[in-house]
């Protein structure tokens, strides 16, 4: 059974993490990359578009954009798992658990900058994971 109950929560915490992201050190150094990267979750079925320019990141839930400069497919539960830490999208990529089209190098740059968003996602899911403070 999928972590995620339904598509609302997938944009509420993958897509939160990233919104986050903007008022975060991070965001502008992830909007540097200068891309539409385009993702297309699954278990549930959750396309999102995150667009990074200039200095800022912009979350469409829903969004899909066949031109996005990268897209990215895999199962909504691997970007739980990402986003806490536990996951290696490299590795994902080379076992084809997730899969891409485009540049990847321009995803795995942006990697390591991620990695401090990473307890602010723990933190965002703790309440679904029944975890109180």
Do not use: C
Request: aromatic fraction near 10%; proline fraction near 7%.
């Amino acid at each position: 059974m999928p972590f995620f109950k339904d598509t609302e929560e997938v944009y509420k915490y993958i897509g939160g993490v990233f919104r986050a992201a903007k008022d975060n050190e991070v965001g502008p150094k992830l909007a540097t990359a200068d891309i539409d990267l385009q993702i297309y979750y699954t278990d549930p079925e959750a396309p999102m578009l995150i667009k990074m320019h200039g200095d800022n990141i912009e979350v469409v839930d829903g969004g899909d954009n066949e031109d996005a400069d990268v897209k990215l497919f895999m199962p909504s539960d691997i970007a739980d798992k990402y986003w806490r830490g536990e996951y290696n999208l490299a590795v994902g990529l080379a076992k084809g658990h997730v899969k891409a089209k485009g540049p990847v190098n321009k995803i795995l740059k942006l990697v390591p900058l991620t990695k401090p968003l990473f307890p602010m996602y723990r933190e965002m899911i703790a309440e679904k994971d029944g975890v109180t403070a």
